[in-house]
């Protein structure tokens, strides 16, 4: 079956300052964006309205990440150490779970089945949060990286996950 040819184009501009990074909702009906404007902006993927615009009271917004269950998006702020889960029905921000020992997390994840959050750091470790717990205390582990993990990627078989993660030095780790 071929894909219907239908380009669409259009120009989503409004934040003040670099856009640091976009995210499609899980339906595909919004992108969102970070801004080191402090803001996340929602817009419709049909016209490009700004649909909402979110303030981050902690400062600059880095990274988004949808989950993959309906219902929340997780973003970090600078300094980065702080990672907002936002309930995507009321734009609010439900929990906001710290990093342990003040480290900056670079990027963040969340497992297939949406049950743990991911945060990779330039110490070469990452931290996990146990979403559905109401302390979500952080458990860091140490990886093989030795210039700082800066990206992550996960898939699920249906058995078991298989996480990969790469480095500053251009070193992939694949692992499960």
């Not at 993990?149 to 078991?160: K, P």
């Amino acid at each position: 079956m071929k894909k219907k040819n239908s380009e669409k184009h259009f120009l989503a501009k409004g934040h003040r300052d670099a856009v640091n990074d976009v995210k499609f909702s899980p339906d595909g009906h919004y992108l969102v964006s970070a801004s080191h404007d402090t803001t996340i902006r929602i817009w419709q993927t049909e016209t490009g309205a700004c649909a909402m615009i979110l303030d981050d009271s902690v400062g600059t917004v880095t990274k988004l990440c949808y989950s993959p269950l309906e219902g929340h998006m997780m973003s970090i702020s600078g300094p980065g150490n702080f990672v907002s889960v936002w309930n995507t029905t009321s734009y609010v921000v439900e929990k906001v779970l710290e990093a342990d020992n003040g480290r900056e997390i670079q990027n963040i994840a969340i497992t297939p089945d949406g049950m743990v959050i991911i945060g990779l750091s330039e110490d070469n470790k990452i931290t996990l949060w146990a979403t559905m717990t109401d302390n979500c205390v952080p458990k860091r582990r140490t990886t093989t990286h030795m210039k700082g993990v800066l990206t992550i990627a996960l898939h699920d078989d249906g058995n078991e996950w298989c996480i990969a993660t790469a480095d500053r030095d251009g070193v992939i780790n694949i692992w499960n």
